[in-house]
Structures are given as C-alpha cells and as structure tokens.
C-alpha cells in the first residue's frame, strides 16, 4: 500500500514538474525566427542546389526568399542587409534592372557594405559594365576579405558565376 501511494506521489510529482517546465519561460532562449533570418536560409539552401546543379529548386528557393525579404523590407525599411539579399535574390531570379535598384539603395545607406559592392560588382559583370565592377572591387580592395578575391576573379575571367 505504501509502495503504491509513493508510486502515484513520484508521478504526480513528475507530471506537475512537466506542465510546470511546459509553461514557464526559458529566459527568451527560445526565439521565433524572423523573415529575414527565414529567408537567409532559403537562400543558403538556394546556393547548394545551384552547385549541385539544381537550378529549379534553387530558383524557388530564391523566390521563397525574396517574397519573405520583401515582408522584412516593408516591417524594416532600409536596412542594408536586406536589401542587399533583396538586390541578390532579384539578380539570381533574372532580374538584373530591379536587383540593382535594390543595391543600390542598400549602398545609399551603407556605401561599405561587403556584400552589396561584391554582388552589384558581379551584377556589372553579368550586364557587361566592367568599369563599374572595377568600381566595386576598389570599394573591396581594403576589406581584406574573401568577397575582394571572389570579385576579383569573376572581374578576370577567372571564375565563372552564374550571376
């Protein structure tokens, strides 16, 4: 009978503690992504498919992406990062004259910004303006960063994009 009563006592025990832990806070560890940080995934994803050669996948990847900056955009307007993803996402789906008003805008607010200069550089590239892509890579010369030899090389021929 004892053992009985400490058995329903410990499971009793047990359960409060789980509805208690379910419904108390964690100290804000837990945190609901947002758009944007949705949409850096898509486009994390996007860019292996795009290795591998899955360039449909990839694509919707991109269009995912580009519908959720487009949300953060409107919630957070004019902040370089996503505007500089916006300007990428609209690039890598064809669209080359609304990719680069994006980055545009983007440097407007942050002329520095790594990615921006290395992805309208590529975007020059991709649209025959190398004197502006040379522009870019100038930005990029002092930045002692990977972005600076990527451009570069694209810049030279030396390595092949698919913009």
């Avoid at 995912?64 to 996503?82: F, G, M, R, V």
């Avoid at 690039?91 to 520095?112: S, T, V």
Wanted: charged content about 30%; hydrophobic content about 35%; aromatic content about 10%.
């Amino acid at each position: 009978m004892i053992k009985k009563i400490f058995i329903s006592l410990f499971f009793l025990l047990t359960m409060m503690s789980g509805v208690y832990a379910a419904g108390s806070s964690d100290s804000g560890t837990t945190k609901v992504k947002s758009n944007y940080d949705k949409a850096v995934s898509f486009i994390k994803t996007a860019k292996n498919l795009e290795k591998k050669g899955k360039v449909k996948k990839a694509n919707k990847n991109y269009k995912k992406a580009q519908k959720l900056l487009i949300k953060s955009n409107k919630d957070k307007p004019n902040e370089a990062d996503t505007l500089n993803y916006l300007g990428f996402t609209t690039r890598k789906l064809g669209d080359y004259e609304n990719g680069e008003k994006y980055y545009l805008k983007g440097l407007a607010i942050n002329p520095d910004h790594i990615g921006i200069n290395e992805y309208l550089g590529e975007l020059y590239v991709a649209t025959n303006r190398n004197n502006l892509a040379l522009e870019r890579l100038e930005v990029l010369k002092g930045c002692n960063c990977e972005e600076y030899n990527e451009l570069k090389a694209i810049i030279e021929g030396k390595k092949t994009s698919k913009y």
